[in-house]
């Protein structure tokens, strides 16, 4: 079925697929099994009853609109994004745009408290909102990386959440907001001008990514080129994002979820959304797994870690295929 959501670009389908929704709370052998299946159809799955409580969700929802309704000058003062702080439109060092604003963060509670105290006149408040939800986010993440580690039978389960409970590692926090565009709305909510990209197509270069938004949607997931799958919005729930480092250590099995932002004009309200990247330390080397190797299934990937990943990340554009650069030779290739 074609919807009739606005597309930004001529030439691709808008099509609503029905995306796997899973029951956290349903028996461990059934949960971990779907989770699996969804990591490989589409790297993307939403998770319900979950366990997370609202509270830890609404009082960072709060302190996220009251940041974002400050005039420029004062979120300016969060400083810039190189890499966390403060985005207004750039997103990364190459030249990427988008009708977005955010704030950026690495997750220790230290320098989140540090930098809570540019963005609000509440700083314990504020950082206390946003420490309790990423504290939430990375036992939520470790979770459904234990069920990964039993879906897909390898004799150590935690070796995904591991990397994730280190306390080296190198996960991020992002608010998006999506200021909704009342003067460039006509009243047609079809016109196909109505829409813009809020964050341009891309992967998310993690192990997992943990996305929560408000009530306005616009989020996008792409399992096949020029075709998009609008994710509904769910205030009380999480969609969960496969990223680049799942897909090199299931070599293959699991695909890093290709996705993208709408900032919709015709929305009445802004979009904001919540995201926790769970991510390795630095020095952690991402390889595939030995169980996911096979003479007929060699390594597509060459080893790395995580900061070489880093480092080639933010020398390349938004919608680059990482991955690419980390392909390893095929038996043709070092024949020639
Ligand atoms: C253009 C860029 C922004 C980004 C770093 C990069 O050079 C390429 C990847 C981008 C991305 C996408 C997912 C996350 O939102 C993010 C924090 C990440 O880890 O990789 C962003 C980076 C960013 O905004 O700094
Ligand atoms: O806001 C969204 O729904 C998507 C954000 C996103 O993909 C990101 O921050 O990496
Ligand atoms: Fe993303």
């Given at each position: 079925?074609v919807?009739?959501?606005?597309n930004p670009?001529?030439?691709?389908?808008i099509?609503?697929?029905?995306?796997?929704i899973i029951d956290?709370?349903a028996?461990r052998s059934?949960?971990?099994?779907?989770i699996v299946k969804a990591?490989?159809d589409?790297g993307f799955f939403?998770?319900i009853?979950?366990g997370?409580?609202?509270?830890?969700?609404a009082?960072?929802?709060?302190q996220?609109?009251?940041f974002f309704a400050?005039?420029m000058?004062?979120?300016?003062?969060?400083?810039p994004a190189?890499?966390?702080g403060y985005?207004?439109?750039?997103?990364?060092f190459?030249?990427?745009m988008?009708?977005?604003e955010?704030?950026l963060?690495?997750?220790?509670?230290?320098?989140i408290?540090?930098?809570?105290k540019t963005?609000s006149?509440e700083p314990?408040?504020?950082?206390?909102?946003v420490?309790?939800?990423?504290?939430a986010m990375?036992?939520l993440?470790?979770?459904?990386?234990?069920?990964i580690g039993?879906g897909?039978?390898?004799?150590?389960t935690?070796?995904?959440s591991?990397?994730i409970?280190?306390?080296?590692?190198?996960?991020?926090?992002?608010?998006?907001?999506?200021p909704?565009h009342?003067k460039?709305?006509?009243?047609?909510?079809?016109?196909?001008c109505s829409s813009?990209?809020?964050?341009g197509?891309?992967?998310?270069p993690q192990?997992l990514?943990?996305?929560r938004?408000n009530?306005?949607?616009?989020?996008?997931?792409?399992p096949?080129?020029?075709?998009w799958v609008?994710?509904?919005?769910?205030?009380?729930?999480?969609w969960?994002n496969v990223g680049?480092?799942?897909?090199?250590?299931t070599?293959?099995r699991?695909v890093?979820v290709r996705?993208?932002?709408?900032n919709?004009?015709s929305n009445?309200k802004s979009?904001?959304?919540m995201a926790y990247f769970?991510?390795?330390p630095l020095?952690?080397?991402?390889?595939?797994l030995?169980?996911?190797v096979t003479?007929?299934?060699?390594?597509?990937?060459?080893p790395?870690?995580w900061?070489?990943y880093k480092?080639?990340?933010y020398?390349?554009?938004?919608?680059d295929?990482r991955?690419n650069?980390f392909r390893?030779s095929?038996?043709?290739?070092?024949?020639?």
């Open positions: 079925m919807a009739a959501s606005p670009i001529h030439n691709e389908k099509e609503a697929i029905e995306l796997p956290l709370s028996e059934q949960v971990r099994n779907l990591c490989e589409y939403k998770v009853n979950h997370v409580p609202q509270d830890i969700v009082k960072l929802e709060e996220s609109l009251s400050k005039t000058a004062e979120k300016q003062r969060a400083g190189i890499p966390f985005g207004c439109k750039t997103i990364g190459t030249g990427d988008g009708e977005v955010y704030l963060f690495d997750t220790n509670p230290i320098s408290a540090q930098r809570s963005i006149n314990t408040k504020f950082s206390s909102a420490s309790g939800y990423i504290e990375k036992d993440a470790c979770e459904i990386l234990d069920l039993e897909l039978w390898v004799p150590d935690s070796v995904f591991r990397m409970r280190d306390v080296e590692n190198d996960s991020f926090f992002r608010l998006n907001h999506y909704h009342l460039d709305c006509t009243n047609n909510i079809n016109s196909s813009k990209v809020g964050f197509e891309h992967n998310d192990i990514t943990l996305l938004s009530d306005v949607g616009g989020l996008q997931i792409s096949q080129d020029g075709l609008p994710a509904p919005s769910d205030p009380t729930a999480f969960v680049d480092l799942l897909q090199v250590m070599n293959g699991f890093s996705h993208r932002a709408l919709n004009s009445s979009r904001m959304s769970a991510t390795p020095n952690a080397c991402i390889n595939a030995p169980e996911m003479p007929e299934k060699p390594p597509l990937y060459k790395f870690t900061g070489e480092n080639t990340l020398s390349l554009r938004l919608g295929i991955l650069h390893a095929t038996n043709d290739e070092l024949a020639s």
